[in-house]
Structure formats: C-alpha cells, structure tokens
C-alpha cells in the first residue's frame, strides 16, 4: 500500500441519511492575508469544480490575533478561529495544515505538522535559506506525507501545453530561455516596511516573485546548473507603517538579473522585480529552439504564442493558441475555448492537484523537494552576485 492510499485509509468519513458521503479532510489555515484568502477560495471551490474521491472541510484558522482570526474564520467560511499556530497543528479535527504566513514561519509549522504526520500545503518561497528548505524536504520524505508548495502559475493549462510541446520535440533543440517577474508594489519610495523586507524571512524580490519565475523555468526545460547574478537593494531605507518620519533599513533585495545555465546545455535569463513602473503582473518568458519558438505573458495567461519555423519566410509569423476545453482542466470550469479561466482557478487545480495525491494520484509536481531545488537557485544567485563570480548547483 502507498503511503498516500494508507493515509487514505485514515480519512474520516461522514454520513447523511444513512449514505456514505465521500471523506472529509479537515483543514486548518495559517494566515488569512493576500494568499490565505485565495487558499480559502480555492479550497470551497474545488469540491464543486471538479470530481474528487476527498472533499477539504474549512476547519480551522488561525492568524495573529484573536479578532483576525475570528473575522476571517467568518469571511472564510472556516467552523473555528484561534490565534495559536501549534494549537492548529496539534488540533485531531486538522488532517491538512495550509500555510500562508510570513516567510520565516513557513519552516517552523510545516515542521511541526509534518512531526505529527500531517500533509502540508505550503505557499512559496519555501524557505528564507536553502538549507531550511532540505530540512522540511527530508521531514516530508521521512514522513511519507504529501506537500505541495504554491507555484500555482506552473497549473495553467497553457503552461502544461508548453511543456508538452517542448518535450515532444516540436521546438527542437532549445537554444535560449528569457524569463522575468516584474511588478511595482514596492516602486515606490513611501511605501511602507512590511514583513517582506525582513532578512529573517529570506531574500527580497528574487524570493518573494522571482522564484515563480525559476519555478516555471524549471518546470518547462528542468534543473538550472549554474548562474551569474546581479543583486541590488534599490531603495535602502522604507518609512515605518504608521510613522513616516521614521525610516528602517532595507537589507534584501528589490531586482535582480541572473545569468542561467540549465542541465540539459541550454541557457538564458532570468529577472525579478518589485520596482518595475507600470507592470502589474509581467510574468512572462519565451522559449526559443531550432524549429520554433514559445511566448507567454501571464497578464494573458489564456494565450500561448507559438511560432514555427517554416521554409518560406514569407508565411513566417507567430500564432496565438487560445485556452479551450481541449487543454485539460479548462473543460472542467468552461466548456467553451476562449471565454478565460482566471487566477483563483489556477489555485483550484493546485489545490485538486495535492488532493488527488492524498488519496493515492500522482504526487504535485511542486512538492517540497522542487521547494528547495528552487531556493537553491535563489541562494546561489545571492552568493554569485555577492562574489561576482558564476555558481554551480
């Protein structure tokens, strides 16, 4: 028996009117900001998308405080609210502990879940260091627990087609990648100190965004075996929230520019960006072989720009293929191409993902261990840029 089906094994059950209903896992949710509110959206939406042999019931939820706590248990639609992570974990009605909160308490839960034998459903980066994020790998592996961790970007149908493509050979030999993340919710001066800046926590932009980026990179052409960086602090100083006059240093990063080499001979680039004026969501790359090429812009995630080199020049151009039922799971929110899926959909595949794992599917692609393959590359791209000189993985 896999461990995944002996896990299976242990779901409570539930019955109505004397029918079996499918098993209930109970969740218990760590934060409740940016990221907790699209979990919980995600999580009460899933059951209803698609067709699960497990079905998450919205336990438990816990944030800093009892009044936050509290108001978002209600928003949320969760049974109970407490203000005490370890209290979540060691709670009997939890089977799945889902961590949204600041970075340098991603380690320290997911561990003590994992120590009680509970899947973890962890947000990105995995890690402030890369040497954490092999402690909470190994955890899982010893555990025989699934984990997941959120690069929810990479579940995009269009994403899956690329990767396929590329696989099949259908650009040939892959001669270059350009890939790059680039926001501006940090572009300007006066905005305040937050929990991102904080160095316990990890890196700055190249963690907090460009690891979706190395994520994806790693996802469409497999491991990055080197890199060259260039990692700057733009903005040193951000005023206190609430107190303008006061400033505090910023010790991460705000951009960086890597130099990649990838195992398979290919090379590119990769940016990351929280300053970049203007860009909402630039989460792009392009893809470039022998016999084609791929372009893809996550401000049009529906779209995938496919071109193929022809002999006639003439006739030469780039096509756009469009999201469709044909591009599974799009089918299972629309049956009709072109109308769109959005980005809470794409954490509802995520989610349906590291279901289907719990009850005996294939394990999610970004698991802890590709967690830590990715913050691999983030600290050897600090370290590369901290001594101007390549890094091998």
Same mark, same amino acid.
């Given at each position: 028996?896999?461990?995944?089906?002996?896990?299976?094994?242990?779901?409570? =059950?539930?019955?109505?009117?004397?029918?079996?209903?499918? *098993?209930?896992?109970?969740?218990?949710?760590?934060?409740?900001?940016?990221?907790?509110?699209? /979990?919980?959206?995600?999580?009460?939406? &899933?059951?209803?998308?698609?067709?699960?042999?497990?079905?998450?019931?919205?336990?438990?939820?816990?944030?800093?405080?009892?009044?936050?706590?509290? +108001?978002?248990? !209600?928003?949320?639609?969760?049974?109970?609210?407490?203000?005490?992570?370890?209290?979540?974990?060691?709670?009997?009605?939890?089977?799945? &502990?889902?961590?949204?909160?600041?970075?340098?308490? /991603?380690?320290?839960?997911?561990?003590?879940?994992?120590?009680?034998?509970?899947?973890?459903?962890?947000?990105?980066?995995?890690?402030?260091?890369?040497?954490?994020?092999?402690?909470?790998?190994?955890?899982?592996?010893?555990?025989?627990?699934?984990?997941? &961790?959120?690069?929810?970007?990479?579940?995009?149908?269009?994403?899956?087609?690329?990767?396929?493509?590329? +696989?099949?050979?259908?650009?040939?030999?892959?001669?270059?990648?350009?890939?790059?993340?680039?926001?501006?919710?940090?572009?300007?001066?006066?905005?305040?100190?937050?929990?991102?800046?904080?160095?316990?926590?990890?890196?700055?932009?190249?963690?907090?965004?460009?690891? /979706?980026?190395?994520?994806?990179?790693?996802? @469409?052409?497999?491991?990055?075996?080197?890199?060259? +960086?260039?990692?700057?602090?733009?903005?040193?100083?951000?005023?206190?929230?609430?107190?303008?006059?006061?400033?505090?240093?910023?010790?991460?990063?705000?951009?960086?520019?890597?130099?990649?080499?990838?195992?398979?001979?290919?090379?590119?680039?990769?940016?990351?960006?929280?300053?970049?004026?203007?860009?909402?969501?630039?989460?792009?790359?392009?893809?470039?072989?022998? *016999?084609? !090429?791929?372009?893809?812009?996550?401000?049009?995630?529906?779209?995938?720009?496919?071109? =193929?080199?022809?002999?006639?020049?003439?006739?030469?151009?780039?096509?756009?293929?469009?999201?469709?039922?044909?591009?599974?799971?799009?089918? !299972?929110?629309?049956?009709?191409?072109?109308?769109?899926?959005?980005?809470?959909?794409?954490?509802?595949?995520?989610?349906?993902?590291? @279901?289907?794992?719990?009850?005996?599917?294939?394990?999610?692609?970004?698991?802890?261990?590709?967690?830590?393959?990715?913050?691999?590359?983030?600290?050897? +791209?600090?370290?590369?840029?901290?001594?101007?000189?390549?890094?091998?993985?």
């Amino acid at each position: 028996m896999t461990d995944a089906a002996h896990y299976a094994t242990r779901i409570p =059950k539930i019955r109505r009117n004397g029918i079996l209903d499918k *098993k209930t896992l109970g969740i218990g949710l760590v934060g409740s900001g940016f990221m907790g509110r699209t /979990h919980a959206l995600g999580l009460a939406s &899933v059951g209803r998308v698609f067709d699960l042999p497990v079905v998450p019931r919205l336990e438990l939820l816990a944030d800093a405080t009892m009044p936050l706590a509290e +108001a978002a248990a !209600a928003r949320f639609g969760f049974a109970r609210a407490t203000d005490d992570w370890q209290s979540l974990v060691a709670d009997p009605a939890v089977a799945i &502990v889902d961590i949204t909160a600041p970075n340098k308490l /991603h380690a320290p839960i997911a561990l003590a879940a994992l120590a009680a034998g509970k899947p973890v459903y962890c947000e990105k980066p995995l890690a402030p260091t890369a040497e954490e994020a092999l402690t909470m790998a190994l955890a899982a592996e010893r555990a025989g627990v699934v984990t997941q &961790v959120g690069f929810n970007y990479i579940c995009n149908p269009m994403l899956t087609l690329a990767r396929d493509m590329i +696989a099949a050979g259908e650009l040939g030999q892959i001669w270059g990648f350009r890939g790059i993340h680039a926001e501006d919710f940090m572009a300007n001066r006066q905005t305040p100190w937050t929990w991102r800046l904080d160095p316990a926590g990890g890196a700055g932009a190249i963690a907090d965004i460009g690891s /979706h980026i190395i994520g994806m990179a790693r996802y @469409l052409l497999g491991p990055i075996a080197a890199v060259c +960086a260039d990692v700057e602090t733009v903005i040193d100083r951000r005023p206190l929230p609430g107190q303008p006059d006061e400033l505090r240093t910023v010790a991460v990063d705000d951009q960086a520019r890597l130099l990649v080499r990838f195992g398979n001979g290919c090379r590119g680039t990769v940016e990351a960006s929280w300053l970049s004026s203007g860009r909402q969501m630039q989460l792009e790359f392009e893809v470039i072989g022998e *016999k084609g !090429a791929l372009v893809f812009s996550q401000e049009r995630f529906n779209e995938l720009r496919y071109y =193929k080199t022809e002999a006639d020049r003439s006739r030469n151009g780039f096509r756009t293929i469009l999201a469709g039922p044909e591009h599974a799971p799009y089918g !299972a929110f629309c049956v009709a191409g072109g109308h769109q899926i959005g980005f809470n959909d794409l954490k509802v595949i995520e989610i349906r993902n590291f @279901l289907a794992a719990l009850a005996g599917g294939p394990k999610p692609f970004a698991d802890f261990r590709e967690g830590y393959e990715v913050q691999r590359v983030i600290d050897a +791209a600090l370290l590369s840029s901290k001594n101007e000189a390549w890094v091998r993985l």
